[in-house]
């Protein structure tokens, strides 16, 4: 299996701010790698794809770049519905694995 | 507009068999370069992908829990059937499933969710 790790674990952050994660792979995953939002109990939201497109209806203050083993997610001006976990994914093989999440809390 | 909605029951035994049905609405299973997923997150944990079944009736599964899962489809009725079998306290979990496309392979439409707890 592909191992996803994610950094970092949590994080707390102002609105207005810039927040930044990194997820790992532990091979080349060339640039199939997606991004996730999830609030607590809710299902998870499909942000960014293929490492850096943006998804349809998603705020441009969100961006996602990389390639290869390291990628990241970027959110420019913080905004107070942006709190909960994010997920990074890889769909380089067909066995697909989800990073452990990153918690992110709003001051 | 893509839907997805998960079914099934609530509360298993340990060592039953849980059945869970995915219906949707809003595109075909026989459309090719289409899948749907199953996804699911034990409480407080990260999400873990169980299976995917594609149009071409291809199947892949979490290779942790391979002789345990089953998918199939049924494009007449639109739905998914996922069965894990042998069902034990550690899978209580919130079940999803989600729509999913080639050539990234994310998922970009989910379902509600549904949670199952395995207890005697």
């Known amino acids: 299996d592909v191992q996803m790790t994610q950094s970092p674990s949590s994080l707390s952050a102002s609105v207005g701010d810039r927040v930044t994660i990194t997820c790992r792979a532990s091979?080349?995953?060339?640039?199939?790698l997606n991004w996730y939002h999830q609030r607590p109990g809710k299902a998870p939201n499909l942000l960014i794809y293929?490492?850096?497109t943006l998804q349809s209806g998603v705020p441009s203050r969100f961006s996602g770049s990389g390639s290869g083993t390291d990628f990241t997610l970027t959110i420019n001006s913080l905004q107070p519905e942006d709190f909960g976990t994010y997920y990074c994914?890889?769909?380089?093989?067909?066995?697909?694995?989800f990073g452990q999440g990153t918690k992110l809390e709003i001051k | 507009q893509i839907t997805l909605k998960e079914s099934g029951p609530t509360l298993v035994k340990p060592t039953q068999t849980l059945t869970l049905t995915c219906t949707f609405s809003?595109?075909?299973?026989?459309?090719?370069?289409?899948?749907v997923a199953w996804i699911r997150q034990p409480p407080g944990e990260a999400l873990e992908w169980l299976a995917f079944?594609?149009?071409?009736?291809?199947?892949r599964y979490r290779p942790s829990l391979k002789s345990r899962l089953s998918i199939t489809k049924d494009t007449s009725k639109n739905q998914v059937v996922l069965t894990m079998t042998n069902m034990d306290p550690v899978d209580t979990a919130t079940y999803y499933c989600?729509?999913?496309?080639?050539?990234?392979?994310?998922?970009?439409?989910w379902g509600q969710g549904t949670t199952v707890t395995v207890s005697s």
């Open positions: 989600a729509h999913t496309v080639y050539k990234f392979w994310s998922m970009d439409v």
């Open positions: 293929a490492a850096s």
């Open positions: 079944i594609y149009w071409n009736d291809d199947k």
């Open positions: 809003g595109f075909s299973l026989t459309t090719s370069g289409v899948a």
């Open positions: 994914q890889q769909s380089y093989t067909s066995s697909i694995t």
């Open positions: 091979q080349n995953i060339d640039y199939h």
